[in-house]
């Protein structure tokens, strides 16, 4: 009995590296206090397979979501990074997964919780995969979040 404690414990503390920091998942935040600068039309974008405006680099490619500018990751030449440093925009999409990432917070943001990037992700997946995204309702979603909340204080 005891040796099957010792291979549970060992399988949660597996677990924590597969589903935890050690597998690259990080959790979207759900609110970002820089919103405030997203372009007023993102209804309009570049088509995802636009190349860097700085170094013409075909893949890898960030949107800014504020000039609306493509520029390249850092794993490329940096320059959506330098745009950021050089500009202050802080808001970018990516076009490899349609993610979006704020560098004042350093942290990506979840599309399906913030309503203001609703638009621009459904234009972008519609201009990358030929079809509208499968959006949760916002209702839904703070439901299931209120009550996983409600749930742990139990």
């Given at each position: 009995m005891a040796n099957e404690g010792c291979s549970s414990s060992g399988w949660e503390a597996e677990s924590e590296e597969l589903y935890g920091a050690e597998s690259g998942w990080v959790e979207a935040r759900t609110s970002c206090d820089h919103l405030s600068s997203l372009c007023s039309d993102l209804s309009n974008i570049p088509v995802p397979d636009s190349p860097c405006t700085r170094c013409h680099h075909p893949a890898e490619n960030w949107l800014c979501l504020s000039c609306k500018d493509v520029l390249c990751s850092r794993?490329?030449?940096?320059?959506?990074?330098?745009?950021?440093?050089?500009?202050?925009?802080?808001?970018?999409?990516?076009?490899?997964?349609?993610?979006?990432?704020?560098?004042?917070?350093?942290?990506?943001?979840?599309?399906?919780?913030?309503?203001?990037?609703?638009?621009?992700?459904?234009?972008?997946?519609?201009?990358k995969f030929g079809q509208r995204p499968p959006f949760l309702a916002i209702e839904s979603l703070?439901?299931?979040?209120?009550?996983?909340?409600?749930s742990s204080g139990s």
């Open positions: 794993f490329i030449n940096k320059h959506m990074l330098s745009h950021h440093q050089e500009t202050g925009h802080c808001l970018a999409l990516s076009f490899s997964d349609l993610s979006v990432w704020c560098f004042a917070c350093e942290a990506y943001l979840d599309v399906q919780m913030i309503w203001q990037l609703r638009p621009v992700y459904e234009v972008a997946h519609l201009l703070q439901l299931s979040t209120q009550n996983e909340g409600s």
